[in-house]
């Protein structure tokens, strides 16, 4: 009797843990931790985040579909994210340039590990970045 509730209770466990950790969040904290400029010709090299005019710090509303930035020294604002796609192991952000005309950017964020990956394309440079997310109560 002891070992048939001990499994139930170990295939109940696992259900939520696994139902847990392959959704989406509704918001998450996420900082860039690297930033690397490409150019042709020139290649990449690393620059910060300023430098790239990315904010080091933003937090995603998946279901708002929008990414609030606070740079330091800078005013809040936040910007309409055009594509949001959750799948079962990543949130698929896309989006295109607001205040800069001719600048497309996109991001992963896994599901599993919390680790953001994208990039920012405009017409004579891209700039790869990685960091960290983390769901934001």
Same mark, same amino acid.
């Given at each position: 009797m002891r070992l048939s509730i001990y499994k139930g209770c170990l295939g109940l466990a696992a259900v939520c843990v696994t139902s847990a950790t392959s959704h989406a969040e509704t918001s998450y904290l996420c900082a860039v931790n690297e930033v690397y400029e490409c150019v042709a010709?020139?290649?990449c090299k690393? #620059? =910060?985040?300023?430098d790239a005019n990315?904010?080091?710090v933003m937090v995603l509303n998946v279901e708002k579909k929008q990414l609030?930035? @606070?740079p330091l020294g800078g005013r809040p604002r936040a910007d309409d994210i055009d594509i949001v796609t959750v799948t079962e192991d990543a949130v698929l952000l896309y989006g295109i340039g607001k205040r800069q005309a001719d600048r497309t950017w996109s991001a992963? #964020?896994?599901l599993k590990t919390g680790?953001? =990956?994208g990039g920012v394309s405009t017409l004579? =440079? =891209?700039? @790869?970045f990685s960091g960290t997310c983390s769901s934001n109560p």
């Open positions: 010709v020139t290649g690393r #620059i =910060s985040p300023k990315l904010a080091g609030s930035l @606070a992963v #964020i896994s680790s953001l =990956s004579d =440079s =891209s700039f @790869a």
